[in-house]
Antibody
């Protein structure tokens, strides 16, 4: 059974750096083809993709947030970490991590399953 | 940047067929994936590769994709299908995922 779970602070102040951890089980990020992504959702709004890291440490970022995001993996701990700098109240959202589906080509990437999400509020 | 357009809301009576569209420039050349999100829950994949269903998803859920529009079709709609639905593609030109704005499905 594949599971993912997000953890991190529930409240951060403006200008601070957010660090979120995705701890997973049921698969290994050292297996060819595997990837873990981050997606967020502001309250009452749509999903927004943030970043994806592949088994070979290849990384992809949202063009609009690229300068603020860093995604890393710790294969031995079965964890993926996302950092976002210079947090602002508009970054208040539920942050999800999800497993990249077993698409043969990266052009067909999808996400399944997802973690339960963690709500991060940005406020002074 | 690639844009996916969904209607904000769709309403359907129980037992009828709901169709939720996802518009994008030449979206028929891309693989479209659909997620269902119920209130307070994480999204769940219901369709991938335009029309494939993950295990555990009822056959009532189907998908199609051609031209500039992809469609999620839910047949014999049930009250439990009431949720937000999101389409998603991978934009190969800029190598990132794109989600549609979501459609709220209301079962009358």
């Amino acid at each position: 059974q594949i599971t993912l779970k997000e953890s991190g602070p529930t409240l951060v102040k403006p200008t601070q750096t957010l660090t979120l951890t995705c701890t997973f089980s049921g698969f290994s990020l050292s297996t060819s083809g595997v990837g873990v992504g981050w997606i967020r959702q502001p309250p009452g709004k749509a999903l927004e993709w943030l970043a994806l890291i592949y088994w070979n440490d290849d990384k992809r970022y949202s063009p609009s947030l690229k300068s603020r995001l860093t995604i890393t993996k710790d294969t031995s701990k079965n964890q993926v970490v996302l950092t976002m700098t210079n947090m602002d109240p508009v970054d208040t959202a539920t942050y999800y991590c999800a497993l990249r589906g077993p698409a043969a080509r990266r052009a067909n990437n999808w996400f399944d399953p997802w973690g339960q999400g963690t709500l991060v509020t940005v406020s002074s | 940047s690639y844009v996916l357009t969904q209607p904000p809301s769709v309403s359907v009576a129980p037992g009828k067929t709901a169709r939720i569209t996802c518009g994008g420039n030449n979206i028929g050349s891309k693989s479209v994936h659909w997620y269902q999100q119920k209130p307070g829950q994480a999204p769940v994949l219901v369709i991938y590769y335009d029309s494939d269903r993950p295990s555990g998803i009822p056959e009532r859920f189907s998908g199609s994709n051609s031209g500039n529009t992809a469609t999620l079709t839910i047949s014999r709609v049930e009250a439990g299908d009431e949720a937000d639905y999101y389409c998603q593609v991978w934009d190969s030109s800029s190598d990132h995922a794109v989600f549609g704005g979501g459609t709220q499905l209301t079962v009358l």
